[in-house]
């Protein structure tokens, strides 16, 4: 029975911590982003956010994404400065070829630096992708 059950491997889907300039607040913030990298969208995109590093951890988020076309991004959360020193944890799901995927995207504490951006190009813009 358990080698009937497939498990889609979850391949041209991305999370990013992309840094951008905030007008309201006029600073920069690190928001977390989604990418849909794939040629097909992706449907019902669910996010669950937290961070963690143990004894301390954040309160979980979720977050109804929807759909995704295909090569396009959408903004999950801002992600506070003080919450970078914890691992924070991304677990994607959704549906694609009427298959259902899953994948957890982890920054590890202290990754999400200045030193560390590269050009996400899809989004044009400087971040860091998820492990």
Do not use: C
Request: hydrophobic share 40%; net charge negative; glycine share 4%.
């Amino acid at each position: 029975m358990k080698k009937d059950i497939e498990i889609p491997v979850v391949k041209d889907v991305h999370v990013a911590i992309i840094r951008e300039w905030n007008e309201e607040f006029l600073d920069k913030d690190w928001n977390a982003y989604i990418i849909n990298d794939r040629n097909t969208p992706i449907e019902l995109t669910m996010v669950v956010s937290k961070g963690y590093d143990g004894e301390r951890k954040t309160s979980i988020m979720r977050h109804a994404i929807g759909d995704l076309e295909s090569k396009s991004y959408k903004k999950i959360e801002v992600v506070q400065e003080d919450l970078l020193a914890l691992d924070n944890e991304f677990f994607v799901t959704f549906y694609a070829d009427n298959k259902l995927h899953e994948k957890r995207f982890v920054f590890e504490k202290n990754t999400v630096t200045e030193n560390n951006l590269i050009n996400i190009q899809l989004i044009d813009k400087e971040g860091i992708l998820a492990k």
